[in-house]
Every structure is written in C-alpha cells, then in structure tokens.
C-alpha cells in the first residue's frame, strides 16, 4: 500500500516553487536517467550523491516509496520524477519530522517498526564496506552501532524507534551514518569539522 508522500503539504520548503531550485532538480533527474525513459531504475539511482549511499538503503527506498511497475509482470520498480523529489527531499532535511519518518521506514528492515542491534549492524556493514574502500582508517562497526545506541539512549534498550530518533535530536546524523559513507565521514570529522568552522580567516 503506497502511503501518501510526507512533503505534499504546504510546509513543504519553498525550493519546490522555485524555478531555479525546481530546473536543478530536473537536471540532477535528467542525469541519473541514463537509458532515458523518464524514470529511474535501482542501478541509476545509486549514482546520486557521487555513489556514497549504501545499496541496502536504495533498494530499501524502492521497496518502501516506489510503486510497482505495470510491465515486466508486475516485478519492475523505477522511480519517477515525483518520488525523486520525496527522496532528495528527505535526504535534505533529515533532521525535520518528515524527513527521518521517510528515512526511518528505509531503515526499518522488517517493517517492524523499531531496529535492533542486528538491524543497525546489518545497516552500518554497508557504509563500513565503503569506509574501506574509501582507503579509510579500519573500524570496528560493533564501537559505531554501540555509540548509535548511546546516542539515542532509546527508551526501550532493546530497540530504537522512529520516536526515539525523534526525541534524541541526532536522528539526521544516526539516519546520515547509516546509509552514507559522506555521512559518517562528516560524524567522524565533526571536531576537525567544528574547529575549522570556528577558526578566525587570516587578516
């Protein structure tokens, strides 16, 4: 059952009436879309953001926020201009409510509606498969998902819910650490990232 989108409401930011935001946007499409038949398939949309988001997670959008194709006996799924913008959307604005209820329904590997431990470890071995590829320091993804779970400190200790990463205030950068290599890298850069930030320019 396909769920009506989380940003067609009038909060939705105000990019999407902007003609130069909206060209953009048709471009970033239009370039994904490399067989050109106005839709994308799961092997084209894995090229966005330079192929730093993890296989799981795109697959996972497509199975959670892309409707099944007519053709192809009813197997065939490929991502139209409209649920394009529901994805760049939330990947652009994890930290709102709306953002991470897209996000955390992706994450939810069973539809279950929490994550385990397994599911945050079977999630992070994706982005830690890139980390390395990245030529990257090693890591041990049981430190990283522990540091999730005292990160949200979850209600439950057991599971993490969509309104644990709500009421946590870092549900963007757990959901960024998750389905992106940019986006741990960012998590593991943050004080080198916050000193450069703070860091007077040269006179």
Same mark, same amino acid.
């Given at each position: 059952?396909?769920?009506?989108?989380?940003?067609?409401?009038?909060?939705?930011?105000?990019?999407?009436?902007?003609?130069?935001?909206?060209? &953009?946007?048709?471009?970033?499409?239009?370039?994904?879309?490399?067989?050109?038949? #106005?839709?994308?398939?799961?092997?084209? +949309?894995?090229? $966005?953001?330079?192929?730093?988001?993890?296989?799981?997670?795109?697959?996972?959008?497509?199975?959670?926020?892309?409707?099944?194709?007519? =053709?192809?006996?009813?197997?065939?799924?490929?991502?139209?201009?409209? =649920? /394009?913008?529901? /994805? %760049?959307?939330?990947?652009? !604005?994890?930290?709102?409510?709306? #953002? @991470?209820? $897209?996000?955390?329904?992706? +994450?939810? +590997?069973?539809?279950? #509606?929490?994550?385990?431990?397994? %599911?945050?470890?079977?999630?992070?071995?994706?982005? &830690?498969?890139?980390?390395?590829?990245?030529?990257? $320091?090693?890591?041990?993804?049981? %430190?990283?998902?522990?540091?999730?779970? %005292?990160?949200?400190?979850?209600?439950?200790?057991?599971?993490?819910?969509?309104?644990? @990463?709500? =009421?946590?205030?870092?549900? #963007?950068?757990?959901?960024?650490? @998750?389905?992106?290599?940019?986006?741990?890298?960012?998590?593991? !850069?943050?004080?080198? @990232?916050?000193?450069?930030?703070?860091?007077?320019?040269?006179?």
């Amino acid at each position: 059952m396909t769920q009506t989108s989380p940003f067609h409401s009038s909060t939705s930011p105000s990019w999407i009436n902007d003609p130069i935001a909206s060209d &953009h946007m048709i471009d970033m499409f239009l370039g994904l879309d490399k067989d050109m038949n #106005g839709t994308l398939s799961n092997q084209e +949309l894995r090229e $966005y953001a330079d192929v730093t988001l993890t296989e799981i997670f795109i697959e996972r959008a497509f199975d959670e926020h892309v409707r099944r194709g007519k =053709s192809g006996g009813g197997n065939t799924r490929e991502m139209d201009f409209e =649920s /394009f913008l529901d /994805f %760049d959307l939330a990947l652009e !604005n994890k930290d709102t409510p709306e #953002g @991470l209820t $897209y996000l955390f329904r992706c +994450l939810d +590997l069973h539809g279950r #509606g929490f994550l385990t431990k397994a %599911d945050v470890h079977t999630l992070f071995r994706d982005v &830690h498969q890139k980390w390395i590829e990245g030529g990257n $320091y090693e890591l041990c993804i049981k %430190d990283v998902r522990d540091e999730i779970w %005292d990160t949200v400190n979850p209600v439950d200790p057991l599971r993490i819910t969509l309104a644990d @990463l709500l =009421s946590c205030k870092q549900g #963007g950068t757990v959901a960024s650490m @998750l389905i992106d290599v940019r986006g741990f890298w960012a998590h593991d !850069n943050r004080e080198n @990232l916050l000193q450069e930030e703070e860091e007077p320019e040269e006179q």
